[in-house]
């Protein structure tokens, strides 16, 4: 398993997250204070793959499309069309607060025991179950993470014996990419180039490619490989701090490593998304 934090603070917000890497899961735990996630304005990856995204908000507000609001904590089993890679006419959602704690995992569909989809409406869990997610949101450790996958499995939610399936120790190629990638994810730098990962890694471009190539595949990034992966987390980065109440669409380019604001207007056509001010103007957090 991989994992790797990021805290920033922009524009009277704040964004805090914990990445989980593992072959068959894929775990964040995020805490968005004043941002909004809108996923009808998701950028959507390339490549359709068998997952299935076990939403869980702790604190905050979750609003479905044609249903009335609910407050943390609520969780629903999202279809990959519905969070990873969203379609035209799938059904979309809305997730804010003041303060906002979300642990969303991707999972194997065939690793689910429940209906999937937002038009299941949310999924009931156990009060253990609970429990464990707020021990993982306040600890962020891998065996607070242990702990939750075996109770959903015990919840009938997940699986069972999900757990077992894990590695713990991945191999030296992997551990030494994934020591540059890691202060990358700290800092947001989904700009950074092949050649500039290349020097710290202290690998040929020809041996980063294979494994990144190799290190995208295994652990399931978005896209369909390294270029794509951080060109959808740019855009999700971009989108989501264009929500923040003192943002400024310059600022935010800048900030995810576009360079300008016309150089993200390019991205968001080439994504199909509508420009920069327009998503701003829809999802900016105006609450408290």
Do not use: N
């Amino acid at each position: 398993m991989l994992s790797a934090q990021s805290h920033l603070e922009y524009g009277g917000s704040t964004l805090h997250s914990m990445v989980f890497l593992e072959r068959r899961m894929r775990v964040h735990v995020v805490r968005r204070d004043r941002l909004v996630f809108d996923s009808s304005f998701a950028p959507p990856t390339r490549v359709a793959s068998p997952f299935v995204h076990l939403f869980a908000q702790l604190s905050g507000t979750f609003i479905a499309a044609g249903a009335p609001p609910r407050t943390g904590p609520c969780a629903y089993l999202l279809a990959e069309t519905e969070f990873d890679r969203v379609v035209r006419g799938a059904l979309t959602f809305r997730s804010f607060g003041a303060r906002c704690t979300i642990v969303e995992a991707r999972v194997p569909f065939v690793e689910v025991r429940r209906p999937v989809g937002l038009s299941h409406g949310p999924i009931d869990l156990p009060d253990d179950v609970w429990a464990a997610y707020r021990a993982l949101a306040d600890a962020g450790s891998e065996a607070a993470l242990y702990t939750l996958i075996d109770r959903l499995g015990a919840g009938d939610i997940l699986s069972r014996g999900l757990t077992a399936t894990i590695i713990q120790a991945e191999p030296e190629r992997f551990q030494r990419v994934w020591a540059v990638l890691r202060p990358l994810y700290q800092d947001l730098a989904t700009s950074a180039s092949l050649k500039q990962i290349s020097a710290l890694a202290g690998l040929s471009l020809r041996q980063l490619g294979r494994d990144l190539h190799d290190l995208t595949r295994t652990f399931g990034l978005f896209g369909a490989g390294f270029r794509d992966a951080m060109r959808v987390l740019r855009l999700r980065a971009a989108v989501l701090l264009l929500s923040a109440p003192d943002g400024a669409p310059g600022d935010v380019a800048r900030l995810v490593g576009y360079g300008s604001l016309d150089a993200m207007g390019r991205a968001f056509r080439d994504a199909r998304l509508p420009a920069p001010s327009i998503v701003q103007e829809a999802v900016r957090f105006r609450g408290p």
